[in-house]
């Protein structure tokens, strides 16, 4: 970004030109002083002391708008212009009503360099010092109207455009932040994902491939057929993986209770599903969250609880919330302990929050048991 604002340090040379070219338009007031130093017939020593002073209080006005950002203190900014305007009025009244002008950049610098709540007071009280220099100086009331709106105007202009580009700031940080936020819960997605379809259709690829090696070479038709169903496998991982990534996969709850009977039959487990698979009227993303669940539940009763039994049930409930769809898995086994879920009930108990659902883990006296709920509409 090349561009600067006010109440910005500039950063690079581009960024400090483009500053210096800003400023030095308001360099234009400065003619009045330049002028009678060449034409007010001052002598020579009164030239050179009021060069002198004019050089001095250009360098104190540059420094103090490019020092501007920096981390300084109100305090030391009050400090700087009270310098400038101590050097406005010592300019004024000894030299004469043309250094009035000096004031309209002690405003202009006071607007710039404080924040609102300070600068609308510094710029009214620069305007009000302008205002009584100028009643001091011979011929000053002449110059106070066409200097006094400008002060007034420049100063509380330059508060506007500095709130203005910090609010320029603050929503170009807060939009990065979103998008942060975006690319962060599209890699939770996307690890959710290939967590729980990898560690399914892993989980199932190794007990096929255990069976065929247990049936070569007594039965090698039996392990041809397990070798099938490898390959078979493998595809749809692949096709799974690649619509995980492009974020389009959506699983189906029949579809997964089919592949659950084919996991848990070939890990010899015995296996009950419900005859009855009551969707009407239940939204996609609950059957979603539902379907998830039960490939996460039949992927750790494969791999981790040594079951030889699960019963996979199905129903509708009315809750004080409303209607709700319950999936509840239950085996046999040694299971998990639910006070220390891994990384796919963790995934887990997130998809079904987003679809405004719930996850339940407990140890029963002779097993595991996983219940999740979803809201559903009411069936037509």
């Known amino acids: 970004m090349n561009s600067v604002g006010i109440g910005q340090r500039p950063r690079t040379r581009r960024q400090k030109a483009v500053k210096l070219l800003w400023m030095s338009i308001w360099l234009a007031y400065l003619s009045a002083p330049i002028s009678d130093l060449l034409h007010g017939g001052h002598s020579p020593g009164v030239r050179v002391l009021g060069a002198i002073g004019l050089l001095a209080f250009v360098a104190w006005y ?45 405003s202009i610098s006071s607007g710039a360099a404080l924040p609102f709540r300070l600068a609308r007071w510094s710029v009214p009280v620069a305007s009000a010092l302008l205002t009584a220099i100028a009643f001091l100086v011979p011929g000053g009331r002449a110059y106070l109207a066409g200097l006094l709106l400008p002060a007034l105007l420049g100063g509380f202009s330059m508060t506007g455009i500095r709130q203005l580009i910090r609010t320029t700031v603050e929503l170009r940080e807060a939009r990065a932040a979103v998008a942060q936020l975006a690319a962060n819960e599209e890699r939770l997605r996307l690890a959710r994902d290939l967590h729980d379809l990898l560690g399914h259709s892993l989980s199932l690829i190794t007990l096929k491939s255990e ?4 049936m070569l070479p007594a039965h090698p038709d039996r392990a041809a057929q397990q070798i099938a169903d490898i390959e078979q496998v493998s595809r749809q991982a692949l096709v799974d993986v690649r619509e995980a990534v492009t974020g389009y996969r959506r699983p189906r709850l029949v579809a997964e209770l089919a592949g659950a009977q084919v996991a848990l039959k070939a890990a010899g487990v015995e296996v009950r599903l419900p005859e009855d698979v009551p969707l009407d009227g239940v939204p996609e993303e609950s059957e979603s969250a539902l379907a998830w669940a039960l490939r996460e539940a039949v992927t750790n009763v494969v791999r981790h609880s040594g079951a030889g039994r699960c019963a996979v049930d199905l129903v ?11 999936l509840s898995v239950e085996d046999n086994g040694s299971g998990d302990s639910p006070g220390t879920p891994g990384n796919g009930l963790t995934g887990l108990t997130e998809r079904l929050a987003k679809a405004g659902g719930t996850l339940e883990t407990t140890c029963t006296r002779h097993g595991f048991r996983l219940v999740a709920r979803v809201p559903v509409g009411s069936a037509p």
């Not at 009050?78 to 250094?99: C, D, M, P």
């Open 316 to 326: 509708r409930r009315q809750t004080l919330d409303g209607p709700t769809l319950e």
């Open 62 to 106: 540059f420094t103090l708008i490019f020092r501007t950002g920096r981390g300084e203190s109100n305090a030391l900014v009050l400090g700087s212009l009270a310098v400038l305007a101590t050097q406005s009025a010592v300019l004024a009244l000894t030299l004469g009503r043309e250094w009035l002008v000096l004031f309209v950049y002690v």
């Open 211 to 214: 069976l065929a090696g247990r």
